[in-house]
T-cell receptor, first 114, second 118 residues
Framework: DVKVTQSSRYLVKRTGEKVFLECVQD?????MFWYRQDPGLGLRLIYFSYDVKMKEKGDIPEGYSVSREKKERFSLILESASTNQTSMYLC?????????????FGDGTRLSIL | AQKVTQAQTEISVVEKEDVTLDCVYE???????LFWYKQPPSGELVFLIRRNSFDEQNEISGRYSWNFQKSTSSFNFTITASQVVDSAVYFCALSEADRGSTLGRLYFGRGTQLTVWP
């Protein structure tokens, strides 16, 4: 079974802090994704990556950056956390495949910015 | 514009009732994939099904069934004889696969919260 592991289930940080959310997958997937989930808005794509050191902006990249130094690890960075970044963050991975394999998700990190 | 629309924000049913969750999608690609995911209260998204645009055959898996109709751009999900454990948020998603599309990227609907009462 694919395992996508997010480093924290719950995280509380202060405004202005630099925040790192870590995600690791164990299936050698090329694609990795970061979403945020807010009530009534569903999942919105922040950033994604097709390969090591590659990154692509999603729909809401402002205020975020990412890092993919190793294939199995995809980090989301909040450069200077703000209260409007309080949300549930979900990481996912999938195989690069023309038949569009399903994404596999981690358990999520509920981030609160005070 | 939303590529995936789930018009039902919340649905409540009583156990053993049948319930259908609607999903309407929009794409210009001729090759695309549709997905349903379940998100129980614990938070993780669980993959349920994937269909490609060339396969309109309906699918049944236990109490779950899916009705894919290209003519109406819909991919509806029915739970038969619902149970309390079916209570969750259900997401429909679209992935486009024509040349030039972003391979592997999912476009999600906003989700339908299903509550099944005992």
């Amino acid at each position: 079974d694919v395992k996508v592991t997010q480093s924290s289930r719950y995280l509380v940080k202060r405004t202005g802090e630099k925040v790192f959310l870590e995600c690791v997958q164990d299936m050698d997937h090329e694609n990795m994704f970061w979403y945020r989930q807010d009530p009534g808005l569903g999942l919105r794509l922040i950033y994604f990556s097709y390969d090591v050191k590659m990154k692509e902006k999603g729909d809401i990249p402002e205020g975020y950056s990412v890092s993919r130094e190793k294939k199995e690890r995809f980090s989301l960075i909040l450069e200077s956390a703000s209260t409007n970044q309080t949300s549930m963050y979900l990481c996912a991975s999938s195989s690069i495949d023309t038949s569009n394999q399903p994404q596999h998700f981690g358990d999520g990190t509920r981030l609160s910015i005070l | 514009a939303q590529k995936v629309t789930q018009a039902q924000t919340e649905i409540s049913v009583v156990e053993k009732e049948d319930v259908t969750l609607d999903c309407v999608y929009e794409t210009r690609d001729t090759t695309y994939y549709l997905f349903w995911y379940k998100q129980p209260p614990s938070g993780e998204l669980v993959f349920l099904i994937r269909r490609n645009s060339f396969d309109e055959q309906n699918e049944i898996s236990g109490r779950y069934s899916w009705n894919f109709q290209k003519s109406t751009s819909s991919f509806n999900f029915t739970i038969t004889a619902s149970q309390v454990v079916d209570s969750a948020v259900y997401f429909c998603a679209l992935s486009e696969a024509d040349r030039g599309s972003t391979l592997g990227r999912l476009y999600f609907g906003r989700g339908t919260q299903l509550t099944v009462w005992p």
